[in-house]
């Protein structure tokens, strides 16, 4: 028996690199895994990839409208989330001055998720 078996997750940036390996992984372990990604192309072919227990929500995780959505599919798809991988993001390199608020948010609405 895997250690995910029955367990709902979700991966922000399931459709590459970390986030996609994570995911085959959580399906491999028994989990039903819902990822996302900007890229419409990309997603599909991630959950081509995966191809079973997975499910492909195209959005911006610092878009708090697509993460609102992404969460009423979830509830209404599975009514439950039990592990959260906030795995989406991409390194913007600058000094400690050139830090701006917007920049610091690119990629991230992690608090909404949790609520
Ligand atoms: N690789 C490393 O050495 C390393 C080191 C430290 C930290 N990390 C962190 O680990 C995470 C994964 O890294 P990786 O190397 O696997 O990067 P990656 O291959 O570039 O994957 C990043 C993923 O995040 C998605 N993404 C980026 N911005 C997004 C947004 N606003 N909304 C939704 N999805 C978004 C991308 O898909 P779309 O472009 O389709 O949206 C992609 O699936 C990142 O947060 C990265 O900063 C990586």
Same mark, same amino acid.
């Given at each position: 028996?895997? !250690?995910?078996?029955?367990?709902?997750?979700?991966?922000?940036?399931?459709?590459?690199?970390?986030?996609? $390996?994570?995911?085959?992984?959580?399906?491999?372990?028994?989990?039903?895994?819902?990822?996302?990604?900007?890229?419409?192309?990309?997603? $599909?072919? $991630?959950?081509? =990839?995966?191809?079973?227990?997975?499910?492909?929500?195209?959005?911006?995780? @610092?878009? /708090?409208?697509? /993460?609102?959505? /992404?969460?009423?599919?979830? !509830?209404? =798809? !599975?009514?439950? /989330?039990?592990?959260?991988?906030?795995?989406?993001?991409?390194?913007?390199?600058?000094?400690?001055?050139?830090?701006?608020? %917007? @920049?610091?948010?690119?990629?991230? %609405? $992690?608090?909404?998720?949790?609520?």
């Amino acid at each position: 028996m895997g !250690k995910l078996e029955g367990k709902i997750a979700l991966v922000t940036g399931g459709n590459s690199g970390i986030g996609l $390996a994570t995911a085959k992984r959580f399906v491999n372990e028994g989990a039903h895994v819902f990822i996302t990604g900007r890229r419409e192309r990309e997603l $599909a072919a $991630a959950v081509k =990839e995966i191809a079973r227990r997975v499910t492909g929500v195209q959005g911006d995780t @610092s878009n /708090l409208g697509d /993460l609102d959505r /992404l969460c009423a599919q979830i !509830k209404q =798809e !599975k009514g439950r /989330l039990d592990v959260v991988f906030a795995n989406a993001g991409a390194a913007q390199y600058a000094s400690f001055g050139e830090i701006t608020w %917007s @920049s610091s948010r690119a990629t991230t %609405s $992690a608090p909404t998720i949790l609520e």
